[in-house]
């Protein structure tokens, strides 16, 4: 699965700088994942983790670096509906579902870059297998499911665009513990069918038991990368996010 | 009784009209962030360009002065949004309203140039004959604008909830972000949406100049502050709300007409939706943070 160095990775990030006006939130980050791979970027609140992932979407602009898919395409000259299209799907922080819409149109709307209805239809019906409890509830609006059931219609709405690179923001955040251990494992099975994820999180403990990489982000600059049983080992992981005892 | 449904009836056509300009104005305003002043102007070039076109194809009757205005105030709009909304986009919300507000202007006194400050006869697309249904009695002309705007309203519905393209106007609603990184290309869909509004407003103004019998080159301005108030009171939440609210306005004017004063109509109404907007801030249905 790692990359042998003739394949050139999925995605690739050099150099990359993003301010938000004057004020600079991501310095100089680079790092790259290859298909198939499940890579983690640790960091505290505000080290700069989402600005990296919207940067990558085409939602942010930066000040410096590039965004290689495949090795030669350039994101930072697409447009976001266009680098959706490239197969680059979103789970949103904090979910960010369409509160209004039914369970079902957020699904649909997950597929909206298949212009194919059957297909799309077959992708939801595959969901709703594989999640009976939104099966259920897909007449009902999103915004009035629980937190773990709106996490589970985000990753849905994911994966029924079919993408080769899964972008997770905090999936875990603000959930239940049982719930946590939930995400993380389907995290796991979804990497397992060959979808490439890079994941932000700040639960270094769970993230680090399921990445094959990690890199630790503080304040906008990776200062650790490895394989994240190496990365786990590490005296600054330990500290800021193991408690000393993982 | 007889005259309170009388006055329920009148209300429900002035309201669906209220309704089709407030709906436009919703679209706009929730979709591509911006407080469209021209849009009631928009209304008034396809009252004009629905007359033109009576007046041009005489026998092509109200169906083709309809798609007169249709085009007209499509194209218009489009222009618009192309040549002012669109390059202010991402701007404060202040400094679009400006932008359309010099639109409206540049509109009400264009056409004021071309056909005089004063209104002008509309030609008789429908006869002036009464119908009575049960104890309530309206125009043909009456019947037919409030048939019209409820279909344009149904048809709106319909766009948003049942179609590709209208799930994505009601994604970029609430969360423009994510829609785009779903692949929804937010520029092409806000054009949608404006041309949708426009030629919507497009084919009442024809029914509208019918119904009355005359075009002004500032008929905009009666609806347009209304249209607003609704948009405001309803909140953006649910594009139906705002329809609904309008027809609320509409039967609310006819009855204070009707029971108290002609003269208080304006009046009570706007405190009436200004008490409400005290009491619910967001509006009745709710808005989205913008
Ligand atoms: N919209 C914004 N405007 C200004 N500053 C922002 C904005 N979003 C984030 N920031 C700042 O950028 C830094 C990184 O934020 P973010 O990428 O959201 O961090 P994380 O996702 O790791 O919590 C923080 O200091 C944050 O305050
Ligand atoms: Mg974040």
Redesign the pocket.
């Known amino acids: 699965m790692r990359g042998n160095g003739l394949a050139p990775p999925l995605l690739a990030i050099e150099g990359l700088a993003v301010s ?2 004057a ?1 600079p ?2 310095e100089g980050v680079s790092l790259e994942i290859h298909p198939g791979e499940l890579r983690v970027i640790l ?10 992932i919207k940067t990558v979407l085409g939602l942010l602009r930066p000040r410096r670096g590039r965004i290689l898919l495949d090795g030669t395409q350039d994101l930072l000259r697409c447009r976001p509906h266009q680098i959706h299209r490239m197969g680059i799907a979103w789970v949103p ?1 904090g979910r960010q579902l369409w509160s209004t819409l039914t369970v079902l149109d957020n699904l649909r709307l997950g597929g909206f870059r298949e212009r194919d209805e059957t297909v799309v239809a077959r992708r939801i019906d595959e969901m709703f297998q594989r999640f009976p409890r939104l099966g259920e509830r897909r007449n009902q609006i999103s915004g009035s499911l629980s937190g773990g059931e709106q996490q589970m219609v985000a990753i849905a709405r994911a994966l029924v665009s079919g993408p080769r690179l899964l972008l997770m ?1 905090e999936p875990s955040l603000g959930l239940a513990p049982l719930v946590v251990r939930d995400v993380f494992a389907l995290v796991k099975e979804i990497n397992a069918m060959g979808i490439a994820i890079l994941m ?1 999180e700040q639960n270094a403990r769970q993230a680090l038991k399921v990445a094959d990489w990690a890199y630790l ?1 503080e304040t ?1 600059r990776i200062v650790e990368s490895g394989p994240a049983a190496e990365v786990a080992g590490k005296e600054s992981v330990q500290a800021v996010f193991l408690g000393g005892h993982a | 009784m007889d005259l309170f449904l009388q006055q329920i009836a009148n209300g429900l056509i002035i309201g669906s009209t209220y309704a089709v300009v407030a709906l436009g104005f919703a679209l706009a305003f929730s979709v591509l962030r911006v407080i469209h002043f021209a849009h009631p102007d928009v209304f008034m070039v396809g009252m004009f360009a629905g007359l033109v076109t009576a007046e041009t194809f005489p026998f092509g009757g109200l169906a083709l002065a309809m798609l007169g205005g249709l085009i007209g105030a499509g194209v218009l709009g489009y222009a618009i949004e192309r040549t002012v909304i669109e390059p202010l986009r991402g701007r404060d919300v202040l400094t679009t309203l400006i932008a359309t507000l010099g639109v409206a202007i540049m509109l009400q006194n264009g056409m004021a140039l071309i056909v005089g400050p004063d209104p002008v006869p509309y030609p008789p697309l429908l006869p002036r004959r009464f119908l009575d249904i049960g104890p309530v009695s309206v125009t043909v002309r009456q019947a037919a604008n409030l048939g019209i705007c409820l279909l344009l309203l149904a048809f709106v519905s319909i766009y948003v909830r049942g179609t590709r393209i209208g799930r994505a106007t009601r994604a970029i609603a609430e969360r423009p972000d994510v829609a785009a990184a779903f692949g929804v290309d937010v520029a092409r869909v806000c054009q949608a949406t404006i041309v949708v509004a426009s030629a919507m407003a497009g084919i009442a103004a024809v029914s509208v100049g019918t119904l009355y019998g005359s075009a002004s080159a500032f008929v905009g301005l009666l609806y347009g502050l209304k249209a607003f108030t609704c948009m405001l009171v309803a909140g953006n939440r649910y594009f139906e709300g705002v329809a609904a609210v309008a027809i609320f306005l509409g039967v609310l004017e006819a009855l204070v007409t009707g029971y108290v004063s002609s003269s208080l109509r304006d009046a009570v109404a706007f405190l009436v939706l200004i008490g409400v907007l005290y009491f619910r801030p967001n509006g009745l249905f709710g808005s989205y943070q913008t």
Do not use: P, S
């Open positions: 938000y006006g004020v939130a991501v960091g505290a609140n505000g080290a700069g983790k989402t600005t990296i922080e923001d932000v982000l906008g």
